[in-house]
T-cell receptor, first 112, second 114 residues
């Protein structure tokens, strides 16, 4: 069955460090991937997305890398700030507009 | 900036009671969703809705659940007879038209069944 999983449940970094959050997916038919940030008590907030015809996409301080060969997705956050502390979810969309399948989440803790 | 709004923010109900969770999706969006998140766990898909009908539902979305778009702006999730295990955050989301578009999520309704 399809599943999206994360390698590490918690990632602790120092302010200013670069953070890398990883995600593995199993549905090779997935063609669209999104990273969401969720702060305590709030809904998932879009960070960045990537389509399967790309292997890298950059935003402001964030980069998403997609390796379809090994079905791996990563989120890189440059110069991590305390405000980046949250749970980060990857999500895949293999069926068009039907649904997003979320991973289990990684908690990012940024120390000043 | 347009946003998905959900009401109430917190709902406490007794086991066996019916609850209706309400959502106002972004106005020009066409695809609507409900997800839930049990405390400390991942976000789980419940149901998707398009063109006034359910397009997909998960195994969680059993006969106790129903969705409705009663007018041009609201999208509701009804749980007919709540169980303790229905306690969770319920998120509404909507997406616009076009390939590879992100889903926008509301702030959620925390449902507590006692």
């Amino acid at each position: 069955g399809e599943s999206v999983g994360l390698h590490l449940p918690t990632l602790s970094v120092q302010e200013g460090d670069n953070s890398i959050i990883n995600c593995a997916y199993s549905n090779s038919a997935s063609d669209y991937f999104i990273w969401y940030k969720q702060e305590s008590g709030k809904g998932p907030q879009f960070i960045i997305d990537i389509r399967s015809n790309m292997d890298k996409r950059q935003g402001q301080r964030v980069t998403v890398l997609l390796n379809k060969t090994v079905k791996h997705l990563s989120l890189q956050i440059a110069a991590t700030q305390p405000g980046d502390s949250a749970v980060y979810f990857c999500a895949e969309d293999g069926t068009g507009f039907q649904k997003l399948v979320f991973g289990t989440g990684t908690r990012l803790l940024v120390s000043p | 900036e347009p946003e998905v709004t959900q009401t109430p923010s917190h709902q406490v109900t007794q086991m066996g009671q019916e609850v209706i969770l309400r959502c106002v999706p972004i106005s020009n969006h066409l695809y609507f969703y409900w997800y839930r998140q049990i405390l400390g766990q991942k976000v789980e898909f419940l149901v998707s809705f398009y063109n006034n009908e359910i397009s997909e539902k998960s195994e969680i979305f059993d006969d106790q659940f129903s969705v409705e778009r009663p007018d041009g702006s609201n999208f509701t999730l009804k749980i007919r007879s709540t169980k303790l295990e229905d306690s969770a955050m319920y998120f509404c989301a909507s997406r616009g038209q076009g390939a590879a578009t992100e889903a926008f999520f509301g702030q959620g309704t925390r449902l507590t069944v006692v």
